[in-house]
């Protein structure tokens, strides 16, 4: 699928390793619930964050972003500090298709770098893989980017991103299933496919079909 052999490759989350429901049925009520309880318990933790959120009234401006689901970082730092405890609790694990494992181990093993890059904290990403239904999945993961390297769907973010891991941009391959995301990681010079698990249409629908 690809016109050289890329030597990394950078991976989406919702929708690409993992199921969208999750994040959607599991994380996000998870982090809902237990909001104004971590910022009344940890109040040291939680006041840099809660200054970086607009309003007179930052807990409710934090969980009308939840509902809208809003990309923005100092709701995602929270969020992945809440996860943490539920990941640590054993009351999350965090979901992976079966494909996924399997991909991570070929590709390590073929001596490529696999990176993720998600809307979602490095701290929230690093706990999905690390208290997966699959095990920890971490060693097979070298470099974790969030929001604060840049939005998904700007080109400059990838530009970023190659330099961070000293690459050029067509040593870096991006699988996501957002196209706009793929076409933004196309205009930095990556490659980039764009996975469909429904079957739509799309460039591959497993990451069984990624490499070699």
Known sequence: MTHTPPKAIL?????????????????????????????????????????????????????????EDRKETPLKTLQGL?????????????????????????WTAAGLMVSIYSSGSIAAQKLIFGHSIAGDLTPFLSGYFDTTTGPKRDSDSYTRIVDALDLAPSELLFVSDMAAEVDAAHEAGLQALLIDREGGPADIHSLAEVLP
């Open 11 to 67: 991976l989406d989350i919702e929708g690409t390793t993992s199921s969208i429901r999750f994040v959607a049925d599991e994380l996000f009520p998870y982090a809902r619930r237990h909001l104004a309880e971590f910022v009344a318990n940890n109040p040291e933790v939680a006041a840099p964050i809660l200054a970086q959120v607009p309003g007179d009234d930052p807990v409710a401006t934090l969980l009308a972003w939840i509902d």
């Open 82 to 106: 809440i996860w943490a405890r539920g990941y640590a609790d054993g009351e999350l694990k965090g979901h992976v298709y079966p494909d996924t494992p399997e991909a991570l181990r070929r």
